[in-house]
């Protein structure tokens, strides 16, 4: 993600952000801008904008609840803005725990959706589009200890995600449990929209048989594949293949992950980008490990050059999180084949 500014004071930004901690300007994002914004009062009640050339806007209704700083034009009927109009169903707020896990869920929802409409992808909402639009449902488990659970999945536009996963606890116990190197938020929403978009750009477009060179034949049984994945180690060269080993499981997962990780790339190098980070590691002949990360991955030309800037770039920040003690900030090995698969979802995303 870009840095952003205060157009006030000049003062750096997070996309979470709300008020400006150097002028005290109250802030809120722009969609249609892309742009977090500086913002006034304006003379009806509403706020002028200052990044937008003072366009006027109103707060999203659910700033109310502290999950939200994106905003609505003043012009508009809607009372929320572009990334809460998703939502078709949010955590029980009579749980105390869940107000904070809503805010949690919501920060990597708006990420996610961050990047999904800087790639200009088909974003239609269930309002906009009830058989195939996009719809999130943010649902607790049911009190019984014996009842029924809820599994983070996706089914025809409806991504589900399991309000526990908000918890950091209880997502490290399950990311350990399952012998997983990573599990956040922002990558349950990142391959959930993965499984989203193989609907609506792979499926019914004509572009199945490439999809099945590159990924295999999604026609095989997938509640049989999940089963023996569960059952039995990954095959022991799935490195070389995929880039997880989940990744293994079934054609549709296989590309649910690449997809996610296509979207770590894509955000992590934009953010990059913005700093005008530089990898030229000493001693200084190691080149293949050199990378100025001086353009907008948005609009790269292929895979190549997303991945000439990547690979540098995520072994200095492993070498950053190493030492501070923490894990690495990308535990995975792109292979060649999995790199092919995420050429892919490049030209997939570009067409």
Same mark, same amino acid.
């Given at each position: 993600m870009r840095v952003f500014t205060c157009q006030a004071c000049g003062q750096l930004l997070y996309f979470e952000n709300v008020r400006c901690e150097n002028c005290g300007h109250a802030l809120g994002y722009l969609p249609d801008w892309a742009l977090i914004s500086a913002i006034e009062p304006s003379q009806n009640g509403q706020w002028d904008a200052l990044g937008a050339n003072n366009h006027e806007y109103r707060f999203c209704k659910n700033r109310e609840s502290g999950v939200c700083n994106w905003m609505v034009p003043a012009e508009s009927s809607e009372a929320f803005c572009a990334a809460c109009r998703y939502n078709q169903t949010i955590p029980d707020l009579s749980v105390p725990e869940?107000?904070?896990?809503? +805010?949690? !869920?919501? @920060? @990597? %929802?708006?990420? *996610?959706?961050?990047? *999904?409409?800087? !790639?200009? !992808?088909?974003? &239609? /909402?269930?309002?906009? $589009?009830? %058989?195939?639009?996009? @719809?999130?449902?943010? *649902?607790?488990? &049911?009190? $019984?200890?014996?009842?029924?659970? #809820?599994?983070?999945?996706?089914? /025809?536009?409806?991504?589900? *995600? &399991? #309000? %526990?996963? &908000?918890? $950091? @606890?209880?997502?490290?116990?399950? +990311?350990?449990?399952?012998?997983?190197?990573? +599990?956040? !938020?922002?990558g349950h929403f990142r391959h959930e929209s993965g499984h989203h978009f193989w609907d609506l750009l792979v499926r019914n477009t004509g572009k199945l048989d490439s999809f099945r060179a590159a990924f295999g034949d999604e026609r095989q049984d997938y509640a049989a594949a999940l089963k023996a994945h569960y059952n039995s180690p990954p095959p022991v060269d799935w490195q070389q293949r995929f880039v997880s080993a989940y990744a293994s499981a079934h054609p549709w997962e296989d590309f649910a992950e690449t997809w996610a990780h296509y979207l770590h790339i894509i955000d992590t190098l934009e953010t990059a980008q913005s700093f005008g980070i530089k990898v030229q590691p000493r001693p200084w002949r190691v080149t293949e490990q050199t990378a100025t990360i001086d353009f907008d991955p948005h609009d790269a030309a292929d895979i190549d050059q997303l991945i000439g800037a990547w690979l540098p770039l995520s072994f200095a920040v492993n070498s950053l999180n190493r030492s501070m003690g923490q894990a690495d900030f990308y535990p995975f090995l792109l292979s060649q084949l999995a790199i092919g698969k995420l050429g892919y979802v490049h030209d997939l995303v570009h067409s």
């Open positions: 869940n107000a904070e896990r809503w +805010r949690r !869920l919501e @920060a @990597a %929802k708006h990420r *996610l959706l961050y990047t *999904l409409m800087r !790639l200009h !992808l088909p974003l &239609a /909402n269930r309002q906009e $589009d009830p %058989k195939h639009g996009l @719809a999130f449902n943010f *649902l607790n488990d &049911a009190p $019984d200890p014996h009842g029924q659970r #809820v599994m983070t999945g996706h089914d /025809n536009g409806i991504i589900t *995600l &399991a #309000v %526990k996963e &908000a918890d $950091d @606890a209880e997502r490290e116990s399950i +990311r350990t449990r399952m012998g997983e190197p990573y +599990r956040t !938020l922002l």
